[in-house]
């Protein structure tokens, strides 16, 4: 840790000379301000459009020039900026990589030129049914006026009403040496990067405080379903789940196998039901989304339009049977054995170690986290995928949203029962 | 940075590259066959990539999706993906799994036939289907690659129409057909094997002889219609198609000299100048400082037979209309022409190129297929070794050589996507982002 308060993490990895640099920042989407949804995300991004020697134009050239670009983006727990650059040209990259984190210049034409670039984005994500489905589903899951329930990166209405005050103010109250975490891996010795480190950000001094809101207040206790009409749609993109658990909780690696079990895997049930063995279906899987507060989860899949009813009822059977039955061993160890030995083809680049030490850092997992993950999953009994099942899916719960054409899918999602459906439509407007 | 390379080549004609690196204990098996849709007929469009579905339907001695499930349980990974030059298997398994993975693909090619059945097939095809609509049907612009093609290559030509193929002729695909192209393209004399990762050399070498020896070689492979095209479309082409989106599209495609010819590094190093990362031309000027585009890149294809296609593709701010953009677009085009590049431009360009190379070189998957691929479709898997330098070695002279020969209005395909006109479009759009927002 430097003298500032600023962590830093070395993982020296000495296969080919390229080294991965990552800060991690406090700076959360869920810190954005009511209204303000996306904030968090804009801030990182303008960030990297200037800093108070160069502007956006000439910093993006620097970095090109020698052969990298810096990325920035934020998420629900953390901003995230990263690069990866040959050896030879780290002392140069690192210098402005902490340009850009310690002064940025936040220019007012950057800030509008990204606000109208993040407007477009959103038009393109809503005409895509998949993003389309995946933000009706969580504006269907959580209460209004809950973070969760709004997109991460902000809607139109949101996004359009940020200014530069907002931005600045933002990185005012949430950048700082110590809500940062400088994490560097590759061809370098942890000497050669705290001294890096400490020559870059030594002399960065800022306070900020994280501020922690409530966001993940679900938005009813009982079942529901939803059709987003999307007219002449070729088929219909299907979520069905509800607010899971935080991603810190003392049943993560019961629910991580369960969860590989019912559908995490192309070998897992949903997949196997729906695409092997009737064709729904180009793909389906399950997933919980780990956030520090409750995050979804979900059963994604895209079906063809007219058998829209069947695949629902094949998704509840399918949490029906992961409920009620214990799985067999073979099924077990499917699971446990994929996940124990897919750990190092997961973790084979430097950008993969960088993420996953960032990962330890924003869920403040212990040090010995990955160290002792494949002994965790190895002793997750079928009694425990039982448990999991039992307490962490359920059916009573479920939501349900479709996106696709109405015309086809009342009647069929009427007859399921699955809890009052509403349309939402052009009328809805 | 140079990986290593042992070749070999076994009696049935199977070539065998091994490349050791023992830095994790992991190993990476890719099968490349060198078939794609190019290689399908008339009537069959589609059906190299539904048959890459039904490799993973079982064989004589695995049941359907257990090669699956037998590497997953091995703690591996395993996929396969069709082009239009080649169809790819691979695996990453733990490396004492090295033989599972192995047997796993000789085992395919050797004894497919005896499982397929008419209800696998069927599924298959049902499931390819719900790709189709999945990727192109319910996508916005998901058209475009199999338009682009349309436009860009001759009708009698194989790279004219799609990999993913129409829904009509999926329904046609017989048993008769599988077997057909099974014994045909499925064969050893026509595959690549790659294994990368920390391995033995002496123990994958018993492997790969002791399950793809006995494999019978095959007939011959049908020779591929005509591939040679004229070095410019001749004229101007275009386009213009209405879709369910909200933002005008342009792509526009230039016939460009093969993957892996000299002129090839040209014009890739072109496609990076006009559109990679946000200091390329195309972004600079149109989406930062004219703001006219919301994004905007540049690529080739990489076909190695008879001519590639480098392309365009910008995404119009909300307020820009279609042909708006198209006239940027062509403007910057134009200007490149008539200017051509910097050699600081042509720096920019191959200092990103290199690290994409050598980032890319970390996993040993992508070790193993892109020596799959330099040894299917250049005949020289030592290729993946020269990259680096065939890149340093591209010139703003070089490049200005094809954009002066490639980029001029004879050789420009233009496919514009136009939203499409809705009556009410206000209240739609406003609408549609209600339900999201």
């Not at chain 1, 979900?298 to 214990?326: C, F, H, Y």
């Not at chain 1, 067999?328 to 030995?341: F, M, P, R, V």
């Not at chain 2, 050797?110 to 049907?137: C, F, H, I, Y």
């Not at chain 2, 492997?207 to 219609?225: A, R, S």
Request: glycine share 6%; with cysteine; net charge negative.
């Amino acid at each position: 840790m430097l003298d500032n308060g600023m962590r830093v993490i070395v993982a020296p990895v000495r296969k080919l000379p390229i080294v991965t640099l990552l800060a991690v920042i406090d700076a959360t989407a869920v810190s954005d301000p009511q209204g303000k949804e996306g904030l968090a995300e804009l801030t990182a991004q303008v960030m990297r459009e200037g800093t108070a020697e160069l502007n956006g134009a000439e910093l993006t050239l620097e970095f090109e020039k020698l052969g990298t670009s810096l990325e920035a983006g934020a998420d629900w727990d953390s901003t995230v900026a990263s690069m990866t650059v040959l050896r030879g040209k780290l002392d140069k990259a690192f210098s402005l990589f902490s340009q850009v984190l310690t002064t940025p210049a936040f220019r007012n034409e950057d800030v509008e030129r990204l606000r109208a670039e993040r407007l477009a984005e959103r038009l393109q994500i809503i005409d895509e049914p998949r993003g389309l489905a995946d933000e009706s589903f969580s504006r269907f899951l959580y209460e209004e006026g809950s973070r969760y329930a709004e997109p991460m990166s902000g809607s139109s209405r949101s996004v359009s009403a940020i200014t530069r005050e907002d931005v600045t103010s933002f990185y005012e109250s949430n950048y700082s040496p110590s809500a940062t975490t400088l994490i560097m891996v590759g061809d370098l010795t942890i000497d050669e990067g705290e001294a890096l480190a400490r020559d870059a950000f030594g002399s960065w001094q800022r306070s900020s405080i994280a501020k922690v809101v409530k966001a993940d207040s679900a938005a009813r206790t009982s079942r529901a379903s939803q059709i987003v009409t999307k007219s002449d749609a070729a088929q219909s993109e299907l979520r069905v789940g509800h607010v899971g658990v935080p991603r810190v909780h003392e049943d993560y690696f019961p629910i991580v196998v369960m969860n590989a079990v019912l559908g995490g895997l192309f070998s897992s049930r949903i997949n196997l039901n729906l695409r092997e063995a009737h064709g729904y279906t180009y793909g389906a899987s399950s997933y919980y989304d780990w956030r520090r507060q409750s995050g979804p989860f979900v059963i994604s899949t895209a079906v063809q339009s007219e058998v829209t009813g069947e695949a629902i009822s094949e998704i509840l059977k399918e949490i029906d049977r992961m409920r009620s039955e214990e799985i067999g061993q073979d099924e077990l160890t499917l699971a446990t054995s994929y996940l124990e030995g897919v750990f190092p083809i997961r973790y084979e680049t430097t950008a993969a170690i960088a993420a996953a030490l960032a990962n330890m850092v924003t869920f403040k997992l212990p040090e010995n986290y990955y160290d002792t993950y494949r002994t965790n999953i190895a002793s997750v009994t079928t009694g425990d995928v039982l448990r999991a099942a039992g307490e962490y899916v359920n059916p009573d719960r479920l939501q349900v949203v479709v996106v696709g054409d109405a015309n086809l899918l009342t009647s069929p999602m009427e007859a399921l029962q699955i809890g009052p459906l509403t349309v939402r439509d052009g009328t809805d407007a | 940075m140079r990986i290593p390379v042992e070749k070999f080549r076994l009696d049935n004609g199977l070539l065998v590259m091994l490349s050791q690196d023992k830095t994790a204990p992991i190993v990476a098996v890719n099968l490349w066959y060198h078939v794609g849709s190019a290689n399908e007929r008339i009537g069959r469009t589609g059906f190299a990539h539904l048959f890459e579905h039904m490799l993973f339907q079982g064989s004589e001695n695995v049941e359907a999706n257990e090669h699956f499930e037998l590497v997953q349980r091995a703690g591996g990974t395993l996929n396969g993906s069709t082009w239009l030059e080649r169809t790819n298997y691979f695996e990453t398994v733990p490396s004492n799994q090295l033989a599972l993975a192995l047997w796993l693909e000789a085992d395919r090619m050797g004894a497919l036939l005896p499982a397929m059945t008419q209800k696998k097939l069927d599924t298959q095809r049902d499931v390819v289907k719900n790709e189709r609509r999945w990727s192109v049907d319910n996508q916005p612009y998901g058209t475009c690659w199999e338009k682009l093609q349309e436009l860009t290559y001759p009708e009698s030509h194989p790279f004219h129409h799609s990999l993913i193929g129409s829904m009509e002729d999926l329904s046609e695909a017989s048993l008769e057909d599988v077997a057909q192209f099974f014994r045909t393209y499925y064969t050893p004399d026509n595959a690549v094997l790659s294994v990368a990762g920390d391995f033995e050399i002496d123990e994958a070498r018993m492997l790969v002889e002791k399950y793809f020896g006995p494999i019978p070689k095959g007939q011959g492979i049908p020779p591929l219609k005509k591939m040679d095209l004229p070095p410019t479309f001749g004229g101007p082409l275009r386009n213009v198609v209405q879709d369910d989106v909200s933002l005008a599209r342009v792509y526009m495609a230039f016939r460009s000299p093969t993957f892996g010819s000299n002129e090839y590094y040209a014009a890739s190093v072109t496609g990076a100048i006009l559109g990679m990362r946000r200091g390329s031309r195309l972004y600079r000027s149109l989406v930062r400082d004219r703001q006219t585009a919301a994004d905007a890149t540049a690529f080739t294809f990489d076909l190695a037979k008879g001519a590639d296609i480098l392309v365009i593709d910008v995404t119009a701010r909300p307020e820009i209309s279609a042909d708006q953009i198209e006239q940027e677009v062509t403007r910057e085009v134009d200007l490149l022409q008539q200017d051509g590049v910097s050699e600081a431009e042509v720096e920019r360009a191959v200092a990103l190129i290199q690290t994409d190379i050598l980032t890319a070189m970390q996993t040993a998957s992508e070790r193993a297929d892109r020596l799959s691929m330099f040894a299917t479709l250049l005949g020289d898997a030592d290729l993946v070794n020269e990259q680096a330098d065939l890149y340093a070695a591209v010139t703003a002279e070089r490049v200005n050589a094809f954009v002066r020969k490639r980029l001029g209005p004879e050789n420009r395909a233009t496919l514009i996507y136009v939203p499409r006109d809705r009556s009410e479009a206000d209240d739609e759009s406003s609408a549609r982002e209600a339900a999201s927002a």
